[in-house]
């Protein structure tokens, strides 16, 4: 049986970020106990009503919001909790993603006595004007040092996000930005393109207009198109190898629980707006998630139905997850899986997609292009539209 993936999300910000589109905010930190009881409860409720579910989990995440915010007493609860429902590997990969300058020495001496062995840091910029225009509370020097500090306490890895396409960024900023980012040492870094919706107040603005929150000095799509570019080729040349559209690693750094992800691979999400992919005894997959409202999730315990996967539409998230990744998908493993039949309909499209440069045919491995991956959504959407899934069903 496959090992599980442990995702908890804490939603606790110490300030919104202009650009940020999760489900986290500027709550009361006496909320803080509630919400960690409230997790630990769904912790073993999951294990009473999954029955499939694996006990032996080699990767754990906290997420966020800022869960580096997390008192000592409420990390080793979590923690506490996690052990005693289930067996994580000696060798798991045990991530908490901080915000730099908001990691107290007792909260990291906690992590690492929890066993955390990697830490990811939100930076998104390094240069300091584009970061405060964001609304991120750090500066160069804090991030740096926050880095080299986890280091020094024993933390094993680091991840450092950065976004192209931040009001105020250039080129050279932007080319600054990646030269410290490879000097500050990280083992793995996510390159994300700044995402333009109505979920962030950045977002609103560059849509519907505005000079609050400086959206007329976003770079234009090509030139992030161009950040993009730049960012894949100076961190290969530099060690960090692409191996996701959006994550790149030195050799064996590659991040075991977003894997799961795009692989298809167990995860139980827990916490605000956590989502879950489990499978039953029979391999169907199922899914499922919480509320991304703070006050029903805390008093209200449980998740939304769990749906089955259909077959179809476990084909579809096998193409979709899969090209996410490099190494991309492996055609011949598809119709072993899914049988030859379901499999054909999509070979006209990857025919369409190759002879317009988005997609790299192999004899057998199917992957983006670098065009590809910065045309990603578009080229989902594509196969999304290939064959009509029907209605999911719940379970
Ligand atoms: S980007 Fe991260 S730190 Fe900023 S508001 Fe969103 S979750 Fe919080």
Known sequence: MDSLGIYISVPFCRSKCTYCNFASGVFPSSYMARYVDRVCEDLRAAVRRFSGLPRVADSVYLGGGTPSLLPPDLLKTLFGAIRE???VKGD????IECAPGQLAEDSLDAMVDCGVNRISFGVQSFVDQEAKATGRLHTRAIALEDIDRVYRAGVERVNADLIAGLPHQTAASWTESLDVLMDSGVDHASIY???VDDESRLGREVLGGGARYFAAAIPSDDAIADMYTEAVDVLAKRGLAQYEISNFAR????????LKYWRRLPYLGLGLDAHSMLRTE???????????DLQSYLSS?????????TRLEELEEAWFLGLRLNEGVDLQQMETEFDRELVEPYKPL????SSDGLLTPGARQIALSLR?????NEVFARFLDVIDIGEPASV
């Open 282 to 292: 029979n391999g169907t997959a199922i899914r499922f998630a919480t509320t991304d």
């Open 193 to 195: 393109m700044l995402e």
């Open 372 to 376: 590809g991956r910065m045309l990603s």
């Open 350 to 353: 990857i025919e369409d997609l």
């Open 301 to 309: 315990p449980g998740w939304e139905d769990a749906r089955s996967l």
């Open 85 to 87: 429902h289930f067996l």
């Open 251 to 258: 050799m064996g750094a590659a991040s075991v629980h977003n």
């Open 92 to 95: 798991a990969e045990i991530t």
